[in-house]
């Protein structure tokens, strides 16, 4: 069975007032335009990003990302941005450090095409990913190299036009995954089987790396963006997990 489980999103303006933490059973995922942050960071800089080389872009996306992404945790920790320690996992999965923060705010991020999302969540893992649908050359071939066969076969089965949506879809329900689990893609991409439902919310069909059930929330906030969020599946009669999108600005 799969269900469309599109996340949807409100506005919020810039300053960031403090902030409730997520419910129990509730993802809040945050998303924003790095250049249009940036320019908050960078004011004198009339024309913001526009006209930056690419590696000073990619430098002041990076930059952004993270500046918001500390105030934002900070909004939930009552504290300012620069007081939120973050520590770096193994494989590079960051998270707060439990041990000036308690272990109750999980999160997680990813940026593609200029934009950032952040999940986040209390007491439960949360995994995102986003990507820019962009026209890949061949979709087909990435499947066959990353997927495994029967996943790649449903790629091929789809119309030449949608196969860079179905692979994109796919992409992003294994990497939320396994960014929720915290480890790496590499040697797990294959081993993660999702359905192949391009535009509703999917399941993970089987999950050998973790061995757990996992809800995934379909994201497709602006053009086109399109990404997952990953939670625990909760067990029944809980209620189902719900993501709240928040779309933060620098002005309305
Ligand atoms: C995690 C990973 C899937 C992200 O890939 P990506 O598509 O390039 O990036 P995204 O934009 O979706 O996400 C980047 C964010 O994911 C988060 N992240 C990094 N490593 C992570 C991990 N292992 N688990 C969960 N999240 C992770 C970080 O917040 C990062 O943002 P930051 O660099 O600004 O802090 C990829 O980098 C990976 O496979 N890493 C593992 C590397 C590894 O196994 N190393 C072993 C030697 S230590």
């Known amino acids: 069975m799969t269900e469309d489980h599109t996340v949807e999103f409100e506005t919020y303006q810039l300053p960031l007032a403090e902030h409730n933490r997520p419910a129990a059973g509730e993802v809040h995922l945050w998303l924003w335009s790095l250049d249009d942050l940036a320019q908050r960071l960078m004011p004198a800089a009339?024309?913001?990003t526009a006209n930056l080389p690419i590696s000073v872009l990619t430098r002041t996306r990076r930059m952004t990302g993270r500046f918001f992404t500390r105030m934002i945790l900070g909004a939930y920790l009552r504290l300012p941005g620069k007081a939120v320690h973050i520590i770096r996992r193994r494989r590079g999965r960051p998270e707060l450090d439990?041990?000036?923060?308690?272990?109750?705010?999980?999160f997680n991020t990813s940026n593609s095409g200029?934009?950032?999302?952040?999940?986040?969540?209390s007491d439960m893992?949360?995994?995102?990913?986003?990507?820019?649908?962009?026209?890949?050359?061949d979709p087909?071939?990435?499947?066959?190299?990353?997927?495994?066969a029967g996943e790649a076969d449903a790629v091929q089965g789809a119309s030449s036009k949608e196969q860079n949506r179905v692979f994109t879809a796919m992409w992003t329900r294994k990497e939320a995954v396994l960014k929720a689990i915290g480890c790496g893609l590499a040697g797990n991409i294959d081993r993660l089987r999702v359905s192949a439902e391009p535009n509703a919310s999917g399941?993970?069909?089987?999950?050998?790396?973790?061995?757990?059930?996992?809800?995934?929330?379909r994201i497709a906030p602006v053009g086109s963006l399109v990404g997952t969020v990953a939670v625990p599946q909760p067990e029944?009669?809980?209620p189902e997990v719900r993501v709240r999108g928040i779309r933060l600005t620098s002005r309305a």
Request: proline letters at 5%; zero cysteines.
């Open 140 to 148: 087909l071939a990435v499947a066959r190299r990353y997927f495994s």
């Open 125 to 137: 893992p949360v995994g995102v990913d986003i990507e820019m649908l962009r026209s890949r050359r």
């Open 203 to 217: 399941q993970v069909l089987s999950d050998p790396v973790s061995g757990q059930k996992w809800a995934l929330h």
């Open 114 to 121: 200029g934009w950032q999302a952040l999940a986040v969540a």
């Open 236 to 238: 029944v009669p809980q």
């Open 46 to 48: 009339h024309d913001g």
């Open 98 to 106: 439990r041990n000036r923060h308690g272990d109750r705010i999980r």
